[in-house]
Antibody, heavy 119, light 111 residues
Framework: QLQLQESGPGLVKPSETLSLTCTVSGGSFSSNTYYWGWLRQPPGKGLEWIGSFYYSGSTHYNPSLKSRITLSVDTSKNQFSLKMRSVTVADTAVYYC???????????WGQGTLVTVSS | NFMLTQPHSVSESPGKTLTISCTGSGGSIASNYVQWYQQRPGSAPTTVIYEDSQRPSGVPDRFTGSIDSSFNSASLTISGLKPEDEADYYCQSYDGTNQGVFGGGTKVTVL
């Protein structure tokens, strides 16, 4: 059974960098079949796609966030990561990682982790 | 920019049929597949429909997805409504440059 688990600090100060990791278990992370993505949901609001990458290195970013985000992968640990620079209170949200069998479909989601941006 | 618009909320009685619309603007909704996700309070979203009308394994056939090109819209229909169907539902697609797009979500209340 595929599982994705987000981890990282729950509190980040304004202007600092948010760093999250998604650990994949119960499935083949190194397969070139899937994209892997990050999404977020501010409290009480809707879903927003952040960015996705393909195992071969192809990446797609939300244009509104592209200048502040970096996606990376550590295949030896079955993990992929998100870094978001210069955060503000508007970046407070539950952050999800997801597996994508196609670029357009977020098939399986992690449980999500709340990140609060506050001084 | 391609955008998806959903009604804020819909409600219906148990056993009845309910339909949620997802209207595209800034592009043709038929150009890229539409997915639907169910999100219960405090939980992560799960897929109920992918590629316009496909159901993942384990999703009951009470959930049906469709596309109406003439109205540039997608629909999720839930028949035989059950209390456990009460949740937020999001439609999602992609624009022509692989940018993920979500509708604002619809709160479904089973009266």
């Amino acid at each position: 059974q595929l599982q994705l688990q987000e981890s990282g600090p729950g509190l980040v100060k304004p202007s600092e960098t948010l760093s999250l990791t998604c650990t994949v278990s119960g499935g083949s992370f190194s397969s070139n079949t899937y994209y892997w993505g990050w999404l977020r949901q501010p409290p009480g609001k809707g879903l927003e796609w952040i960015g996705s990458f393909y195992y071969s290195g192809s990446t797609h970013y939300n244009p509104s966030l592209k200048s502040r985000i970096t996606l990376s992968v550590d295949t030896s640990k079955n993990q992929f990561s998100l870094k978001m620079r210069s955060v503000t209170v508007a970046d407070t949200a539950v952050y999800y990682c997801a597996r994508q069998p196609r670029t357009y479909w977020f098939e399986t989601w992690g449980q999500g982790t709340l990140v609060t941006v506050s001084s | 920019n391609f955008m998806l618009t959903q009604p804020h909320s819909v409600s219906e009685s148990p056993g009845k049929t309910l339909t949620i619309s997802c209207t595209g603007s800034g592009g043709s909704i038929a150009s890229n597949y539409v997915q639907w996700y169910q999100q219960r309070p405090g939980s992560a979203p799960t897929t109920v429909i992918y590629e316009d009308s496909q159901r993942p394994s384990g999703v009951p056939d009470r959930f049906t997805g469709s596309i109406d090109s003439s109205f540039n819209s997608a629909s999720l229909t839930i028949s035989g409504l059950k209390p456990e169907d009460e949740a937020d539902y999001y439609c999602q697609s992609y624009d022509g440059t692989n940018q993920g797009v979500f509708g604002g979500g619809t709160k479904v209340t089973v009266l």
